[in-house]
């Protein structure tokens, strides 16, 4: 593992003392769950590159470690060292993107061999271990290298390779907005139907909208359809900040404006094709469409999801389709949505039924404009660690002690960032 700098160390003692104060139940987790990535996932290899684990899972996600990271790029400004490693995650980021834009998640080293999943897919690599197709992947690396550069202004992540990443992201979204001519498949055997793609790995068919395509959830499950809104939404805000960035960075205006655009085509499709008309709780987003008039109409634990629209700066907290589209998530409606003994929150097919993720009940948080929810989600999170003082994936709602990944660093690092924005830290 890497050195843990200093400023890091000092925040999760100032972030300790302020939930004391404010939330003594949550002392207990804060300070641990607030170093849990730096002290146990950010791993320097030793070409001096920065790697990055989930947690209990030896391999890079695109989308994890940027999530995992996260809370640390506000204290970046004030430390050198800090700044040094989240530099090497963005790098490294881009170093994957541009070896396979189609891939979730990557290892340390070029292993050698394909996968290590019995999986055919249209391309291989040794140094890919996962090779699901989300577009939020490819999302998130755009989120962190905007905020990192909004927060130091640090020039150093503009790299050839980065601007490399942004073009291998605007062209493989592009590709995917008509999937009837783009490329990627992915099949995998004796699994359950949810770690692979039907129709010869190609997914369900879909017609022309304007977003872009998914294989897989965030969760990695398979999309039922292939638009998938939340990641669609992500894509949006996230190219508008690679037209940002490159505008910046390289002054490449051609690629700006492609980047621009396309978030412009894709955010128009939302519009058109993902909206429907709900008896109970009026216009709301789906989860996903294919454009031909089929909708799924339900949430994820997992982020990107409809509940985290505002997390992932689309549309505010106060945005009329987002409250309707909140109030038939957090309800019986919503098929993955559970009430027992303990917590009341959103889960997911990725886990049993009845089991809540506690990455839901935060997001609930940071998305929440009510007191009362608030405190009522803070109370759900304070009474289902199960002892352990850490966030997991999932746990039963009726019996807290059962649950699943003991060690899953994205959990634990956003926890902590919740907990430093309500104490006031940032």
Known sequence: ???????????????????????????????????NTIETTVKRLEDGSIFVITGDIPAMWLRDSAAQVKPYVAFAREDEALREILRGVIEKQAFYVC????????NAADSGKAFGHQDKSDVMSGWVWERKYEVDSLCAPLYLARE??????????????????????????????????????FTRTNCPDSDTLPFDGRGTPVGYTGMTWSGFRPSDDACQYGYLIPANMMAVVALRYASELVSCGFEDDALSQSCADLAEKINAGIQRFGIVEHPRFGKIYAYETDGLGNYNLMDDANSPSLLAIPYLGYRDKDDEIYRNTRRFILSAENPYYFTGK????????????????????????????????????????????????????????????KFTREWFAWANTLFAQMMARLTGLI
């Open 1 to 35: 593992m890497t050195d843990i700098p200093e400023i890091l160390l000092q925040k999760a003692e100032e972030l300790e003392e302020r939930t004391a104060k404010l939330y003594p139940d949550l002392k207990p987790l804060v300070k641990q769950c607030f170093l």
């Open 99 to 106: 070896i396979d834009p189609y891939a979730n998640a990557f």
């Open 148 to 185: 990192y550069y909004k927060t130091t202004g640090d020039r150093k992540i503009f790299t050839p390779r980065f601007h490399q990443m942004v073009k291998e992201i605007e062209e493989t979204f592009t590709a995917q907005q008509n999937r009837s001519d783009a490329p990627y498949f």
């Open 342 to 401: 303990a917590a009341s929150g959103i889960g997911s097919p990725h886990t049993p039924k009845n089991y809540i993720w506690h990455i839901s009940l935060i997001m609930q948080i940071l998305t929440s404009s009510s007191e009362e929810e608030i405190h009522s989600c803070l109370s759900m999170l304070a009474r289902t660690h199960a002892g352990t003082n850490f966030m997991h994936e999932g746990f039963d709602a009726d019996e807290p002690t």
